[in-house]
């Protein structure tokens, strides 16, 4: 059976426009880098799905940024406060990489400070649409930042395996020039474990559950 | 009897769920495989979820050679929800099945319609299989009951009710579609009143057993729902939240018949339909009504 367990909140921050809520980790287990979770949203029917952000001791962080009631109902929990937690859901990115570069754009970063310290902290390339949305590059070490209108396409390097997150547009951008990069979708999701069909994206022409087949997926 | 609603979940990726009811109900399986709708394919909206998935599945042909045998393994009873755009693909499907429950789907928001009547679907496939055949129907059909009783005349086993309203979500921002196809099935507890009066009506003029389902997030609703005319109970969109919630609406289901005197729930079937004995109601009236 899926790990579904009722969790209290212990903490949430502000991340330039984002949110950092941590809850006490309870008996789940943090997963793989890049598998997420899906988060009871207050008083909505549905769950989000949410990265891992961070996996400090005895506690598991999602950076989510407030742009619908379901995020806005997350990032107004306060300590104490209690939700269901279901997870880790997905296919993470795969670790055995020599030469690792993160390239990632916005909320996209959500994935990146836990993926970094599961690499031994890798040069990575974040880009953003403002000065305050780039505050959250102080989450991801050893991090080259670029503000709109420079894109994160314009200053990657060659020879590197790179691990994406971030826009659909960046992350096309980023599979022409970079192949055999990995890449983390998103997509609406119902349920996270395969039962609603609500998140299919099309891969080699056949439209396929992005929560069971990813979210993680070869470019 | 608790079971899954159609669609609502996937014994193959989620065995531990299926297992935790007392009969598994397939996706939707048609003649040929289907691709399913383009996305975005669901929506929350404050009154419900909306889905448009347009009966994504892989070809009665592979579901009898790759998937039938592994839902087999899970050891639990195979309902299996059958699709199609004509009466005679109806019938074609059913032939080619053996021991399941047969469940045939007349009632999809997400496609469009057999041009046939659902009495002559459920005709067609009777004459093609002796299984047991339940009828899925719509909460928006002008009658009902009227329905219920023509598909009882033409053959069918029981009667599953009821499918997704189809209704439509508007980004706001851009005051168009959220869905890829438009309208979708509106599912959640705003369909739930909705399932009531269709599990009541049809329990007035069929003797057919009835599989409620419909907004049912807990124990409670379940019962109300049996009361209804409901012998067996599937649960739907609540599978999304929470994977573990048969067992929690079986747990809250005993406790709620036993908060009002009924030692076993399914005695409840149909005590909707009596009259009140004592007058009292266990409802508060709202208080800024007059008397």
Redesign the interface.
């Known amino acids: 059976m899926f790990n579904r367990e009722r969790r209290r909140v212990v903490g949430s921050e502000q991340v330039g426009p984002y949110t950092l809520v941590r809850v006490d980790r309870g008996r789940l287990e943090p997963g793989i880098p890049g598998q997420f979770f899906m988060l009871e949203a207050p008083g909505r029917l549905l769950p989000r799905p949410m990265s891992l952000c961070l996996a400090p001791p005895g506690e598991l962080a999602f950076l989510l940024e407030p742009i619908g009631p379901g995020t806005r109902a997350l990032a107004e929990l306060e300590p104490g406060d209690e939700l269901c937690v279901l997870g880790p859901l997905g296919n993470g990115f795969r670790l055995d990489v020599e030469r690792p570069l993160l390239v990632g754009g916005g909320i996209g970063i959500a994935p990146f400070p836990y993926l970094s310290a599961a690499l031994g902290i890798p040069p990575a390339v974040l880009g953003f649409r403002s000065d305050r949305h780039a505050e959250a590059a102080a989450l991801v070490s050893n991090a080259e930042v670029v503000v709109e209108p420079t894109l994160v396409t314009e200053v990657l390097r060659p020879g590197h395996d790179v691990l994406a997150c971030g826009p659909e547009p960046m992350l096309e951008a980023v599979a022409a020039l970079a192949p055999s990069a990995q890449l983390a979708w998103e997509a609406p999701m119902a349920c996270g474990y395969g039962a609603c069909y609500g998140c299919v994206v099309e891969i080699d022409g056949r439209y396929k559950r992005l929560c069971v087949e990813g979210p993680v997926l070869a470019a | 009897m608790l079971l899954n609603a159609s669609?609502?979940?996937?014994a193959?990726?989620?065995p531990?769920?299926a297992r935790?009811l007392d009969a598994f109900v397939t996706?939707t399986v048609t003649p040929e495989a289907r691709?399913?709708n383009e996305?975005?394919?669901?929506?929350?909206t404050?009154q419900?979820?909306l889905?448009s998935?347009g009966l994504?599945n892989p070809g009665i042909k592979s579901f009898l050679k790759d998937v039938l045998p592994q839902l087999k393994q899970l050891g639990i009873p195979i309902w299996v929800s059958v699709g199609g755009f004509s009466a005679a693909e109806y019938a074609s499907t059913c032939a080619q099945l053996y021991d399941v429950t047969i469940e045939l789907n007349l009632s999809c928001p997400n496609v469009d319609e057999a041009p046939e009547s659902a009495a002559e679907i459920v005709a067609a496939s009777r004459a093609a299989t002796p299984l047991p055949i339940y009828a899925k129907l719509s909460p928006q059909l002008p009658d009902i009951a009227e329905v219920a009783r023509a598909v009882e005349a033409a053959g069918a086993d029981g009667l599953s009710l009821v499918n997704t309203l189809r209704c439509l979500a508007l980004d706001r921002r851009t005051l168009r579609p959220r869905l890829g196809r438009g309208t979708g099935g509106l599912s959640?507890?705003a369909l739930k009143p909705s399932a009531l009066a269709a599990v009541f009506a049809c329990w007035r003029v069929t003797s057919l057993p009835i599989v409620g389902m419909g907004g049912v997030w807990n124990g409670p609703d379940a019962l109300e729902l049996i009361a209804a005319g409901a012998s067996s109970v599937a649960l739907g969109?609540v599978?999304?939240?929470?994977?573990?919630a048969p067992v929690r609406v079986r747990r809250e289901l005993h406790s709620a018949a036993d908060a009002v005197g009924l030692s076993d729930p399914w005695t409840a079937v149909g005590i909707a339909h009596d009259p009140v004995l004592s007058g009292e109601t266990t409802e508060e009236m709202p208080a800024f009504l007059p008397n």
């Open positions: 669609g609502c979940l996937d193959l990726t989620a531990d769920v935790s996706k691709e399913g996305p975005p394919r669901i929506a929350e404050d419900g979820m889905n998935i994504q959640g507890p969109t599978l999304f939240s929470d994977p573990r």
